[in-house]
């Protein structure tokens, strides 16, 4: 399974957009991006998956180079409720469905 | 959208007790569910997969005798911590996949977690 590295953790204030980078130099050719998002005492929740260029969704995009070998989360106009911690993790198409987790970015929102 | 559903949210019991977690898939049927585990302040660590049907396959490291899993049906899967301890005191998450729908790929769901403390 690919690693992924991504900052422990991160600032900003609300009302700013917040880009959170994960690198994932191993990724095979298979594989998917996946960004979820966890609240303290809570399951991580879904927000956006990719396998190249660009996904859109209501709440975040996610921009995938042509290498692949890395991804940036984009959360526009954040406010103090996207505090929580995000993780970025490589998952592959077929065979298992084990996720494996990184560290994940805390990122705090001030007002 | 898909739901995995746990119960309980919290328990705190004594040491020695065995304690069964639930975990169900509210909308849909998997075959296959997740168990993990998470410490304060650390990230997600998968413990083992419940298969349907079958045995669960576990990770290197986890007590399939302390960890007792069973998925006997297609919407539920239950995780029991045997005699647990108080370093068994954790914050424990199962997460199903839908079932692709079209060619859309499904994402992991997960359930809200279950915070085991033991006194």
């Known amino acids: 399974l690919a690693k992924t590295t991504q900052p422990i953790s991160m600032d900003s204030y609300e009302g700013q957009e917040v880009n959170i980078t994960c690198s994932h130099n191993n990724i095979a050719t298979n594989d998917y991006i996946t960004w979820y998002q966890q609240f303290p005492s809570q399951g991580p929740r879904f927000i956006i998956q990719g396998y190249k260029t660009k996904v859109t969704n209501e709440v975040a995009s996610l921009f995938i180079p042509a290498d692949r070998k890395s991804s940036t989360l984009s959360l526009p106009r954040v406010s103090l409720s996207d505090t929580a911690v995000y993780y970025c993790?490589?998952?592959?198409?077929?065979?298992?469905?084990?996720?494996?987790f990184g560290t994940g970015t805390q990122l705090k929102v001030e007002l | 959208g898909a739901v995995v559903s746990q119960h309980p949210s919290r328990v705190i019991c004594k040491s020695g007790t065995s304690v069964k977690i639930e975990c169900r898939s509210l909308?849909?049927?998997?075959?296959?569910m997740f168990w993990y585990r998470q410490f304060p302040k650390q990230s997600l660590m998968l413990m083992a997969t419940?298969?349907?049907?079958?045995?669960?396959?576990?990770e290197q490291g986890v007590e399939k005798d302390k960890f007792l899993i069973n998925h006997a049906s297609l919407t539920l899967s239950t995780l029991t911590v045997t005699s647990a301890h108080p370093e068994d005191s954790s914050f424990y998450i199962c997460?199903?996949?839908?079932?692709?729908?079209?060619?859309?790929?499904?994402?992991?769901?997960f359930g809200d977690g279950t915070r085991l403390s033991i006194l």
């Open positions: 997460s199903a996949r839908p079932p692709v729908v079209g060619s859309e790929r499904q994402p992991q769901h």
């Open positions: 419940s298969n349907e049907g079958s045995k669960a396959t576990y």
């Open positions: 909308d849909f049927q998997a075959t296959t």
């Open positions: 993790l490589v998952v592959p198409t077929g065979g298992g469905n084990k996720l494996t």
